[in-house]
């Protein structure tokens, strides 16, 4: 449970319907931002298409997720595509199908069909990889407590994001998420005190 999947790289796939054609894309995204930027630029290129339409899903807990049918029936086109994403396990992942209409009306449960295996072509040829579901956890330590925390560190197999040495020492450690309460603890009798994490 302390791992989550999502997919290295882009990856595209394409399927043809009835004469229509539908171009996917498997994009690994972590905000927002970067999913209206990336279909932005999906519908600036493919301007002559008739339909982008898209889903994602986002964090290591898998609640932050969006479909759009960008004009085609309800629930046709960004449903089908999440429900691939979801069979699959993953998240920090946006799939956008673009569809070039050829001529022939697909009916809902054709669109349906057409919409999930243009998203299971695109995830198909994508490389998929493992992420720890981490917390950030921020601490100020006095110098002579230092190696104390580094042993702790050593022994939990510690991620340090950041550390800095000025009249106090201050560190940011990437825990991870079931081992957060027994490090913390651990390192309590070291500390100073835990500070809220400007990466949380």
Known sequence: MDFYKTIAALSEGCVTEQRSKFISFAVPVQTTGEVKEIVAGYRKQYYDARHVCWAYRLGADCRLFRVNDDGEPSSTAGKPILGVIRSHELTDILVVVVRYFGGVKLGVSGLIAAYRAAAQAAIEKAALIEKMKGES???TFDYASLNGIMRIIKEENIEI???????EGEMTLLIRASEVENVKSRLSKWVNGFVPCKNN
Do not use: G, N
């Not at 994001?161 to 009249?167: F, L, P, T």
């Open 161 to 167: 994001i950041s550390r800095k040495m000025e009249a």
């Open 137 to 139: 956890v921020s601490f």
